[in-house]
């Protein structure tokens, strides 16, 4: 079973830069949606931002402009790179692979990773 690993959280004040990252234990083919998201004590998770097999990219709202997902091919790992960060911000994150291998298609999570933005 392939396993999702988050790195990358950690606590940081108004205004810092955090940059997650995630990789996976094996190979996972026929990807066609990769993503992060979060979820913040008593709420839902919501999704941050997703990267679909070619370059399309999709943010929320809240964190258009400050939060940049990407692929780093070489690495083979998932990046948001999370600037500007803002205490409605803390949460955690977890990341998100979405494979066509099987059927129904596969969902595979992280264990997520901690933000904490607070002064």
């Known amino acids: 079973q392939v396993q999702i690993m988050e790195s990358g959280g950690g606590l940081v004040q108004p205004g810092g830069s955090l940059r997650l990252s995630c990789a996976a234990s094996?190979?996972?083919?026929?990807?066609?949606?990769r993503g992060w998201y979060r979820q913040a004590p008593g709420k839902q998770r919501e999704l941050v931002a997703s990267?679909?097999?070619?370059?399309?990219?999709h943010y929320r709202d809240s964190v258009k402009g400050r939060f940049t997902i990407s692929r780093d091919a070489a690495k083979n790992t998932l990046d948001l790179q999370m600037n500007n960060l803002k205490p409605e911000d803390t949460a955690v994150y977890f990341c998100?692979?979405?494979?066509?291998?099987?059927?129904?298609?596969?969902?595979?999570w992280g264990q997520g990773t901690q933000v904490t933005v607070s002064t």
């Open positions: 094996g190979s996972i083919s026929m990807i066609y949606l």
């Open positions: 990267l679909t097999s070619g370059t399309i990219t």
């Open positions: 998100n692979i979405k494979s066509l291998s099987t059927t129904p298609p596969n969902d595979y």
